[in-house]
């Protein structure tokens, strides 16, 4: 896939034989868990955790709300694990209960009206180093920031994020398209904005000669 911008900063190619390596490694993980191997359900924690936060993050635009999902969630999954029927499908199942429970958090925040201020944009440094990516992403709609996210952080292909977001195919590839647009709007116009506030600076900053 030939992406270009700020994409690139989070997809790469990942060789066919990890894939179906990581795959197995899913697959027997939760069949252990289903045994109640709590060996397994640690290994299963640690290897998804990170990812499903990231992905809890997107979505909330808080990282510490996102620890808040991620704590329910897991509880969530670890409940729902004995009756899941096909291992392999780990992981779309565990990002559509992540994803309804962003929702969910999301929905309460605007209920209770908690939600007053913007949360600071530095905080999210932790997770990636493109600090500019995250803050476009903030802006996009959550539908939109759910689309991209899977798609461009997680790796899913349009089938499976219509599977975890149960929406139609065509659904999805029209939010792909159009938040792709959108996100090369803001992340062009920042861009912009910010290229002529350096100008401005320069051009405001007294310079030696002018001091005597």
Request: proline share 0%; glycine share 4%; aromatic share 0%.
């Given at each position: 896939m030939n992406l270009r911008g700020p994409w690139r900063v989070y997809y790469t190619v990942t060789d066919s034989n990890d894939v179906l390596q990581g795959r197995v490694v899913d697959e027997f993980l939760v069949m252990r868990c289903q045994t109640g191997d709590r060996d397994a359900l640690s290994?299963?924690?640690?290897k998804w955790q990170p990812p499903f936060l990231r992905y809890a993050s997107v979505m909330t635009r808080n990282p510490d709300m996102a620890k808040d999902v991620m704590q329910e969630a897991w509880m969530k999954i670890i409940r729902g694990l004995p009756k899941l029927r096909d291992p392999l499908k780990f992981p779309a199942w565990a990002f559509r209960i992540i994803n309804?429970?962003?929702?969910?958090?999301?929905r309460r925040v605007r209920v209770h009206e908690e939600l007053t201020d913007v949360p600071d944009n530095r905080s999210m440094r932790?997770?990636?180093a493109n600090e500019q990516v995250w803050w476009v992403l903030e802006q996009l709609s959550p539908e939109h920031r759910a689309v991209l996210a899977l798609h461009y952080l997680q790796g899913f292909e349009v089938k499976d994020i219509a599977a975890i977001l149960r929406k139609p195919?065509?659904?999805?590839?029209?939010?792909l398209h159009n938040g792709r647009e959108r996100f090369r709007e803001i992340f062009e116009a920042q861009a912009s904005e910010d290229t002529n506030h350096e100008r401005a600076g320069h051009q405001d900053s007294p310079s030696l000669a002018g001091s005597y």
């Open positions: 290994a299963l924690i640690t309804n429970q962003c929702l969910d958090m999301l932790q997770l990636e195919q065509g659904t999805i590839k029209s939010r």
